[in-house]
């Protein structure tokens, strides 16, 4: 029942039932390299949370590891509700993940790769779940990783759809926020910190022509080269970005989060 309840969760969030032949969550950037369409949300690393409370125990090392840093938010003005409320408040749960470090990322990556290769193995061999502890060698179908500077330049030089830029001429959105940057003021486009990638009224920012959400803005990325970090943040000017600056970081932050690459390494 455990194994049940954990790939259930899991196919909430990744739709590993997506009828397209896309990695479950991507969309095509170029032959064999996929790309999630948002950053890694509050819900996404709950279910990584979930798994591994069940499995290791909520006072094991390894759970204990898988936290995020939720007091980051006390690095600026927007402090304690955000401590308490961010992570755990189901209001937040499509927004961004922050508080992540470089090496929790890359774990969630190889997480996230072993439960779509495993759901994707019981539903080729339609096997119960409860049978995965005894099979040995799941064959790798997906991998998961963090994007390369390069990788993720590319993604991120993607223009707008001409339907996007039909509606930017129009009157109503010509002053419509495209990311979520500081701007004048002290305020935010749309966002007064995160903003979750997709929202139930508009799309909440512009999508590229890759159909990926917020690949600039929101919240900065972390790619495959430790202490980078791409695309500015929240808290960042939008003079102060561009597709080939680089941010520097040293551990979880605020205005830090992530979005995987995939790779397809075999047939299913």
């Known amino acids: 029942m455990k194994t049940i309840v954990i790939l259930s969760l899991v196919a909430l969030s990744f739709n590993l039932f997506a009828s397209n032949d896309n990695p479950p969550g991507t969309v095509k950037i170029e032959e064999n ?23 290791y125990g ?3 090392k390894k759970y204990k590891a898988v936290l995020p840093d939720t007091l980051v938010w006390r690095q600026g003005k927007y402090n304690e509700p955000y401590v308490q409320y961010y992570y755990q408040h189901p209001a937040y749960k499509n927004y961004p993940v922050i ?12 997480w996230r790769s072993d439960r779509v290769n495993e759901k994707i193995y019981i539903e080729k061999h339609k096997i119960d779940p409860e049978q995965l502890a005894t099979i040995k060698n799941i064959p790798s179908v997906y991998t998961y990783r963090l994007p390369t500077k390069a990788e993720w330049e590319k993604i991120a030089s993607a223009d707008y759809s001409k339907k996007a830029k039909r509606k930017f001429k129009r009157k109503k959105y010509r002053k419509a926020a495209r990311h979520n940057f500081k701007t004048a003021a002290d305020k935010n486009d749309n966002g007064i ?3 979750p990638d997709i929202t139930n009224q508009v799309d ?5 022509t890759y159909g990926v959400y917020n690949i600039l803005g929101n ?6 080269e ?4 791409k695309g500015g943040a929240w808290r960042h000017k939008a003079e102060e970005v561009t597709i080939e600056k680089d941010f520097s970081y ?11 690459v995939c790779e397809k390494n075999v047939d299913e």
Not at 36 to 41: A, F, K, Q
């Open 219 to 224: 919240v900065a990325e972390i790619i495959a």
């Open 193 to 195: 910190t995160t903003h």
């Open 99 to 110: 508080g992540i470090s470089y090496e929790q990322a890359r774990s969630f990556c190889k």
């Open 250 to 260: 040293d551990g979880p932050a605020d205005w830090l989060g992530f979005r995987c």
């Open 33 to 55: 390299l996929y790309c999630d369409v948002t950053e890694i949300s509050n819900l996404e690393w709950k279910e990584y949370m979930f798994w591994a409370k069940r499995k």
């Open 58 to 60: 909520e006072q094991s």
């Open 226 to 229: 430790k202490g980078v970090a």
């Open 204 to 208: 909440a920012y512009w999508k590229n």
